[in-house]
């Protein structure tokens, strides 16, 4: 099992940048493809991007393609989500999962541990 706490979210103007940090704690962590999704007000939780365990591979979500770049710091225990040229429609509650794979994954039924969310709020 990984815990998982995020930080980073908060209000910024349409265009602007944020980091997201997931501090991760226990055994698997070296070993997890990690994730970012988000659930935007009133929607679903989406995907957002997801990196293998050594950082070898990402996968994105197409509307952030170019925008966004996912990390690890696997001395740190720690995931990142470097969000560039932010729009309205990224606003959502951005969660941290930690998946039962090595490789990224899109698929959340593979995404065991949760963070307890960050809230990422885009101003027109």
């Known amino acids: 099992q990984v815990q998982l706490v995020e930080s980073g979210g908060g209000l910024v103007q349409t265009g602007g940048s944020l980091r997201l940090s997931c501090a991760a704690s226990?055994?698997?962590?070296?070993?997890?493809?990690m994730g970012w999704f988000r659930q935007p007000p009133g929607k679903e939780r989406e995907f957002v991007a997801s990196i293998g365990w050594s950082g070898g591979n990402t996968v994105y979500l197409d509307s952030v393609k170019g925008r966004f770049t996912i990390s690890r710091d696997i001395a740190q225990n720690t995931v990142y989500l470097q969000m560039n040229s932010l729009k309205p429609e990224d606003t959502a509650v951005y969660y941290c999962a930690a998946s039962d794979l090595r490789s990224a994954t899109v698929a959340v039924g593979h995404y065991r541990s949760w963070g307890q969310g960050t809230q990422v709020t885009v101003s027109s």
């Open positions: 226990g055994r698997t962590f070296s070993s997890s493809a």
